[in-house]
T-cell receptor, first 114, second 114 residues
Framework: AQSVTQLDSQVPVFEEAPVELRCNYS??????LFWYVQYPNQGLQLLLK??????LVKGINGFEAEFNKSQTSFHLRKPSVHISDTAEYFC????????????FGAGTRLFVKA | KAGVTQTPRYLIKTRGQQVTLSCSPI?????VSWYQQTPGQGLQFLFE???????NKGNFPGRFSGRQFSNSRSEMNVSTLELGDSALYLC?????????????FGQGTRLTVV
């Protein structure tokens, strides 16, 4: 079975500073990895995904993530955050085995301060 | 292209009642998944339907059930509501092929049980 651990429940950061949101996963088979963002009272929106190929994945809104198979990590980064990046971020893992089932981490609340 | 539509957006029910939530996936998507989101438990997978068949199921009691119609629209039913069922219920749709692993989420139905 797969599982996802987001190591920080909250990350406060000043505007224009860099940020890294950490995510580790466990799985005995190959997986697909995702980062989603959730704004207040909204559903989840996909930021980026890793399916295969290059381990550095670029997503929307200037975010990127690096897949590290040896460390089973998929950390999300942004070089300079904006106030509008304040939201909840979820790391997720999925394995399509004839059924679509995505397992989410507990979420990291990013709070960008002016 | 219209997104995933969930109705209603907000719902208040009394303990012991039952409730039905609806989800219309993106046109052409055949997989619909349901999640329960609460502050304490995060995003918990309920079940996934594909072509009117339940393919995956999470660890929820039998009070939680669902179905999918031939047009891929899905409904989720919760019977004998408990206070702990208060949550944001999110629906996600996907093409569900091995190369199409992204889930698109609706805005959710916020259920309050009093």
């Amino acid at each position: 079975a797969q599982s996802v651990t987001q190591l920080d429940s909250q990350v406060p950061v000043f505007e224009e500073a860099p940020v890294e949101l950490r995510c580790n996963y466990s799985s005995s088979v190959s997986v697909y990895l995702f980062w989603y963002v959730q704004y207040p009272n909204q559903g989840l929106q996909l930021l980026l995904k890793y399916l295969s190929g290059s381990t550095l994945v670029k997503g929307i809104n200037g975010f990127e993530a690096e897949f590290n198979k040896s460390q089973t990590s998929f950390h999300l980064r942004k070089p300079s955050v904006h106030i509008s990046d304040t939201a909840e971020y979820f790391c997720a893992v999925s394995r399509n085995t004839g059924g679509f089932k995505t397992i989410f981490g507990a979420g990291t609340r990013l709070f960008v301060k002016a | 292209k219209a997104g995933v539509t969930q109705t209603p957006r907000y719902l208040i029910k009394t303990r012991g009642q039952q409730v039905t939530l609806s989800c219309s996936p993106i046109s052409g998507h055949r997989s619909v998944s349901w999640y329960q989101q609460t502050p304490g438990q995060g995003l918990q997978f309920l079940f996934e339907y594909f072509s009117e068949t339940q393919r995956n199921k999470g660890n929820f009691p039998g009070r939680f059930s669902g179905r999918q119609f031939s047009n891929s629209r899905s409904e989720m039913n919760v019977s004998t509501l408990e206070l702990g069922d208060s949550a944001l219920y999110l629906c996600a749709s996907s093409l569900a092929g091995p190369e199409n692993t992204e889930a698109f989420f609706g805005q959710g139905t916020r259920l309050t049980v009093v």
